[in-house]
């Protein structure tokens, strides 16, 4: 893939958010498209040595469409400046929609690729489980998030939106109330796209694959632990 045609494409679509300018630049667009799609197979291909269910699925459907779903939101922007895809266990549905963890990346207009590990935003009902599996299994959760791999390559669960209180139903004395207290279950990190070089060996799109199949590696307990609820 190239990346850095890639990143140029999404700024100028940035600066250019209209339907006009993208049917003009229809074409770049789908080469592109198709560039993105063979990588994501291709990380599919890396992810499934260490997590075999994941080699069923399509990539395909992994992708995030480009189209922005405007309906509720204050910005009328038709667009995403992301190409983005979250890869899930033999084609199960989008993680937010209660389909379990994902691997999930994107790389945006921004020059930054974003990788990612978990369930962001899960559905009520598959909230509920994942706390309930806390209080049975903490420890366990623990132990995952003070690897030193984990920790160096993705870090450790991100608490955005999470609660003051312990949720209702849960105990406030429970001693990973902090953990139930959370909204997503998910590690990520970021890293410039000139970060990936092109050298003798390998190309930056393979680099980046290398990269983000190792930091999956590292999280792969973690997405065990979430299946498990």
């Known amino acids: 893939m190239h990346l850095n045609d890639l990143c140029g494409y999404l700024h100028e679509l940035s600066e250019n958010n209209n339907r006009a300018w993208f049917v003009m630049n229809k074409p770049r667009y789908d080469i592109l498209r198709e560039e993105f799609l063979q990588l994501v197979t291709e990380l599919i291909a890396q992810i499934s040595r260490t997590d075999p269910l994941i080699l069923g699925c399509n990539p395909k459907k992994a992708l995030f469409r480009i189209n922005r779903d405007v309906r509720f939101a204050k910005d009328k922007s038709p667009y995403k400046t992301t190409f983005s895809a979250a890869i899930v266990a033999n084609n199960l549905k989008k993680p937010s929609l209660g389909g379990g963890p994902a691997y999930y990346f994107h790389i945006g207009a921004d020059g930054q690729v974003l990788f990612a590990v978990g369930e962001y935003m899960p559905p009520a009902e598959r909230l509920k489980q994942l706390r309930t599996h806390v209080s049975e299994d903490g ?9 030193k791999k984990l920790q160096q390559t993705l870090g450790t669960l991100q608490e955005e939106d999470k609660l003051q209180r ?8 429970d001693p990973y109330v902090e953990y139930l207290k959370l909204k997503h279950f998910m590690v990520w990190a970021e890293l410039p796209i000139s970060s990936f070089k092109h050298s003798k060996t390998s190309s930056a799109s393979d680099e980046l694959i290398s990269t983000m199949a190792s930091a999956y590696r590292d999280a792969y307990p973690l997405v065990k632990w979430l299946r498990a609820a």
């Open 139 to 147: 420890a366990a959760l623990v132990k995952i998030l003070r690897a």
């Open 166 to 173: 312990a949720p209702k139903g849960f105990d406030p004395a």
